[in-house]
């Protein structure tokens, strides 16, 4: 193959195809036509590769290709100026969006909140409800009579040996069986 008579026929196209990366504006028709000229360029350098490797032409059209290729997929921006443009454009315009769903979902949590705690502040037995043993329905513990001492052993229903002169003496159903309210085991 002749790289003269080549760069003679197709010198019109990549000189064209030059034009159109540089330039800073493109209408659809401009677009089509850099897309094209990208694709019969392409295939010029790699024509010349394999067969006629010219340094010089080689270089001229990689640089026409890389300059058009910018142009058609867009140059990509260095990761801190995406970061800024989240920060300050992309994220303060998609909570903007959902501004309204935003401030129903707070108004329902805080009412949600509310309405508990003017619950808990008013009802004596829903405090009493969020004990630290779900199971045990009451927690009523007598003085033992065994000892009078306060370090005493005694023990619970369970037969769990205790500190101190108190006894367990409450037990509440649990799914059919008796457990024992100190520690919640079947005795």
């Given at each position: 193959m002749d790289l003269d008579a080549l760069t003679a026929v197709r010198a019109d196209q990549w000189a064209r195809l030059d034009e159109l990366a540089r330039s800073r504006r493109l209408d659809g028709a401009e677009a089509d036509e850099l897309a094209r000229l990208y694709q019969a360029v392409a295939t010029d350098l790699s024509t010349i590769r394999?067969?006629?490797?010219?340094?010089?032409?080689?270089?001229n059209l990689s640089a026409s290709l890389s300059r058009a290729r910018a142009r058609l997929a867009g140059a990509h921006e260095p990761a801190w100026s995406d970061v800024v443009r989240f920060a300050v454009v992309s994220a303060p315009a998609a909570l903007y969006r959902i501004r309204w769903w935003i401030a129903g979902v707070a108004f329902a949590s805080v009412a949600v909140a509310v309405v508990v705690g003017w619950w808990v502040a008013t009802d004596?037995?829903?405090?009493?409800?969020?004990a630290r043993n779900p199971r045990a329905t009451s927690t009523s513990c007598t003085t033992s009579a065994t000892?009078?001492?306060?370090?005493?052993?005694?023990?619970?229903?369970c037969g769990r040996t205790t500190r101190g002169s108190r006894r367990c003496a409450s037990r509440s159903a649990s799914r059919g069986s008796a457990r024992c309210g100190c520690c919640s085991r079947t005795p």
């Open positions: 394999s067969t006629a490797p010219d340094p010089t032409a080689v270089a004596p037995g829903a405090l009493a409800s969020s000892t009078t001492r306060p370090a005493a052993r005694s023990r619970a229903s």
